[in-house]
């Protein structure tokens, strides 16, 4: 184990950047299997192709798309009790008509189970492809990244002036604001009240 140390140290390995990767350092993104854009990087993370290629990540070219769409999402119906059996035989449509920018698959079928599913819960058909869908659900979570806040408990009450909340527990630092300091996924320009554990742990107990 020493000779191999001591060799990847004296050789280490050089990517196309001229990177060096001695004994210790992760593999070379060069040397991964997927593309940036294949993997859940890109959900948490999300780059563009260029910037994706600049920091040395290798980027998956969609193929071209030639569906036979049977169906526009126009014309599908509103109300799942109005959607017959034959839906499963459709290609329908996109909303997105792949115009955006969301790895869209421009059509997409219905499986059996999946319209059992939309029936039995009463949803609507959906009108968006699965990238799609995915990728909209996605930027419903909160950033991957932290703020400084301040505990937004103002004593009685919150602080927050758009959102009126009025505290029903005593908190540790009684009728004064609270003093605690923190990070938060929630950024500063947000609506939501933002209490710091204590105060949520008071509020909720």
């Known amino acids: 184990m020493p000779k191999i140390i001591d060799q990847m140290n004296q050789l280490p390995y050089l990517d196309k950047k001229g990177i060096r990767y001695p004994y210790g350092e992760f593999f070379p993104v060069e040397l991964s299997m997927f593309a940036y854009n294949e993997t859940i990087a890109q959900d948490y993370l999300p780059l563009t ?20 769409i049977s169906i526009s999402t126009d014309n599908l119906p509103d109300e799942i009790d109005d959607v017959k059996d034959d839906i499963l035989k459709e290609i329908i449509e996109c909303a997105h008509q792949g115009k955006c920018n969301e790895e869209c698959a421009t059509a997409f079928r219905i499986i059996p189970q999946e ?10 058909l959906p009108r968006l492809c ?6 909209q659900r996605i930027k419903k979570r909160n950033p991957m990244k932290l703020w400084p806040r301040t505990c937004e408990c103002d004593g009685l009450a919150s602080r927050q002036s758009l959102i009126a909340y009025t505290n029903t527990a005593e908190h540790f630092h009684g009728s004064a604001p609270c003093p605690n300091q923190f990070e938060t996924s929630y950024a500063p320009d947000r609506p939501e009240i933002v209490y710091c554990e204590s105060c949520y742990n008071s509020e909720v107990s």
Do not use: M, T, V
Request: contains cysteine.
């Open 49 to 68: 192709k260029e910037k994706a290629e600049a920091r040395g990540y290798s980027w998956q070219k969609n193929d071209a798309k030639d569906y036979q």
């Open 115 to 124: 319209l059992e599913f939309y029936r039995k819960l009463g949803l609507p």
């Open 130 to 135: 699965f990238n799609c869908r995915h990728i």
